[in-house]
T-cell receptor, first 114, second 111 residues
Framework: ETGVTQSPTRLIKTRGQQVTLRCSSQ?????VSWYQQALGQGPQFIFQ???????GRGNFPPRFSGLQFPNYSSELNVNALELDDSALYLC?????????????FGPGTRLTVT | DQQVKQNSPSLSVQEGRISILNCDYT??????FLWYKKYPAEGPTFLIS?????DKNEDGRFTVFLNKSAKHLSLHIVPSQPGDSAVYFC??????????FGQGTELSVKP
C-alpha cells in the first residue's frame, strides 16, 4: 500500500509569485484535503476535494485554489504569494463514504516566501 | 475562534510512567475525534480515534477518553517510551470531513 506523497519537499518563492504543490493520495482513497501549518500551530483546513470537485473550504482567500485529478491526485495553487503564506503545507487523503473519518497525511511541503 | 484547544504546550514524563495529554472543545456538534503524532520534518501520523457516541477507545498502549458533558478528551499512553517523544495534536471532525486541530502538545519522555 502506497502512502501519501507530496512534492516538492521544500521551496522558496518571492512575494507576488505563484506556486503549485502536488499530492498523490494513498491507494484506495478518493478524497484529498489540504492544510496549512504555521510554526507552532496546528494544521488549518484549506479545502477538500472529492470526485474532482471542491467539497468544503476553510477561511482562506480565493488566491488559494486546487484541483483533483481522475486518479485522485491533487494540486494546491497559491497566487500572489504573501510573506504570511510561509508555512508547511500538508495533504491528507481519506476514503469518503466508508464510515471512516481518519485522514492520512503526507510529509508536507515547506514553503518559504521572501 | 479556537474550537479545539490544547492548553499545555509541553509535557515531560519519565519512561515507563503514564502520559496524559488533554484537549478541550467548544462545538457539541463534533461527531468524531482523532489524535495525531508528529515528528519534526514529517507529516502527522494517525494514532487513535473515538466516535462521539463512545466514551473510551483503546489500542495497545494508547487509550482515548471522551467526556461529552465537559467537552473534554484525553489521550493516555502507558507505559510511555522515549520513542513516544513527539508533538501530539487532537483534532475534531466537522460534518463534511474537515478536521479542526488543536495547537499541539510536545511530549518528552525521558529515559
Amino acid at each position: 500500500e502506497t502512502g501519501v506523497t507530496q512534492s516538492p519537499t521544500r521551496l522558496i518563492k518571492t512575494r507576488g509569485q505563484q506556486v503549485t504543490l502536488r499530492c498523490s493520495s494513498q491507494s484506495g482513497h478518493n478524497t484529498v484535503s489540504w492544510y496549512q501549518q504555521a510554526l507552532g500551530q496546528g494544521p488549518q483546513f484549506i479545502f477538500q476535494y472529492y470526485r474532482e470537485e471542491e467539497n468544503g473550504r476553510g477561511n482562506f482567500p480565493p488566491r488559494f485554489s486546487g484541483l483533483q485529478f481522475p486518479n485522485y491526485s491533487s494540486e494546491l495553487n497559491v497566487n500572489a504569494l504573501e510573506l504570511d503564506d510561509s508555512a508547511l503545507y500538508l495533504c491528507a487523503s481519506s476514503m469518503r463514504g466508508q464510515g471512516s473519518y481518519e485522514q492520512y497525511f503526507g510529509p508536507g511541503t515547506r514553503l518559504t516566501v521572501t | 475562534d479556537q474550537q479545539v484547544k490544547q492548553n499545555s504546550p509541553s509535557l515531560s514524563v519519565q519512561e515507563g510512567r503514564i502520559s496524559i495529554l488533554n484537549c478541550d472543545y467548544t462545538n457539541s456538534m463534533f461527531d468524531y475525534f482523532l489524535w495525531y503524532k508528529k515528528y519534526p520534518a514529517e507529516g502527522p501520523t494517525f494514532l487513535i480515534s473515538i466516535s462521539s457516541i463512545k466514551d473510551k477507545n483503546e489500542d495497545g498502549r494508547f487509550t482515548v477518553f471522551l467526556n461529552k458533558s465537559a467537552k473534554h478528551l484525553s489521550l493516555h499512553i502507558v507505559p510511555s517510551q522515549p520513542g513516544d517523544s513527539a508533538v501530539y495534536f487532537c483534532a475534531a471532525e466537522n460534518q463534511g470531513g474537515k478536521l479542526i486541530f488543536g495547537q499541539g502538545t510536545e511530549l518528552s519522555v525521558k529515559p
